[in-house]
């Protein structure tokens, strides 16, 4: 069995700052760390998809660390927009799986799944992209693995989502990850992060699944001009299940917190 934990936008603030002044962001993600925590069967990879602090400060990165301490499982980390690739990368600096200059690309085996992940970020800006150095990479890792099954993970997904003011800050020229997955088809699908949703779309054959964020969620509004907000939606991460009996991914959105139950099920 193969289970990867995606936790996605955890935006952590220094201790005693609220996220956008409202919200206790850091509370939120120690609140993720005992729900997955209790996960049973553990997942053997925590996964999280970029904006890990919401300004790329080191006292944020440091008070990452002491978040991520109770965390039973191994986990790895990935750049958002609101990070900051020299600092995520000085408070890392003990994760082998982050190269040490340039965009912080890595490939990592969770059983028999090679999971891909991508640096989307543009340092300076809140859009994304994929450089020239990166898709070299992909298609060098692709080639690699060929014949057992790939997740691609990135921050920005590779789609317009329809919230405007989402799509201000999107991921600019996807064509060119779709025609290079074209030519993969051992690519199972493609999960990102960034949206503060969970949205569920393909980018040519291949499915793509966002995460919600551990704090606040979008506002789902689709009207052209619609003004951009957040609401205190259900929190969530996603859990993607490699199954060698159907031979693909299934990705469960799974909340945060405890709820009432177990209750009969007839
Ligand atoms: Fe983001």
């Given at each position: 069995m193969t289970v990867i934990a995606q936790v996605s936008d955890i935006h952590v603030r220094p201790r005693g700052r609220l996220y956008q002044d409202c919200v206790d962001s850091n509370a939120m993600f120690a609140e993720a760390i005992e729900t997955l925590n209790r996960l049973?069967?553990?997942?053997?990879l925590v996964l999280?998809?970029?904006?890990?602090?919401?300004?790329?400060e080191p006292e944020e990165y440091a008070m990452l660390r002491k978040l991520l301490a109770p965390l039973k499982h191994p986990y790895a980390v990935m750049p958002g927009n609101h990070d900051d690739r020299a600092h995520l990368r000085s408070a890392f600096g003990?994760?082998?799986?982050?190269?040490?200059?340039?965009?912080?690309n890595f490939g990592i085996d969770v059983d028999q799944v090679r999971v891909l992940a991508l640096d989307t970020t543009v340092p300076g800006f809140h859009h994304g992209e994929l450089s020239e150095a990166t898709l070299l990479w992909l298609e060098r890792e692709l080639v690699a693995c060929t014949g057992r099954p790939a997740i691609i993970a990135m921050h920005?997904?590779?789609?317009?989502?329809?919230?405007p003011y989402l799509d201000l800050y999107g991921l600019r020229q996807p064509e060119a990850l779709s025609a290079l997955l074209a030519k993969h088809a051992h690519v199972d699908r493609i999960i990102a992060g960034h949206v503060h949703r969970s949205m569920h779309t393909r980018l040519g054959a291949v499915p793509v699944v966002t995460c919600p964020s551990t704090t606040t969620q979008i506002a789902l509004r689709l009207h052209a001009g619609a003004e951009a907000a957040s609401w205190m939606e259900p929190p969530a991460f996603m859990l993607h299940h490699w199954s060698d009996a159907g031979n693909n991914t299934v990705s469960h959105l799974c909340y945060i917190g405890q709820f009432e139950g177990p209750l009969p099920f007839a």
């Open positions: 049973d069967p553990a997942p053997q999280i998809t970029g904006d890990l602090t919401d300004e790329g003990d994760q082998p799986l982050l190269p040490r200059e340039g965009e912080l920005h997904p590779p789609f317009t989502t329809g919230i």
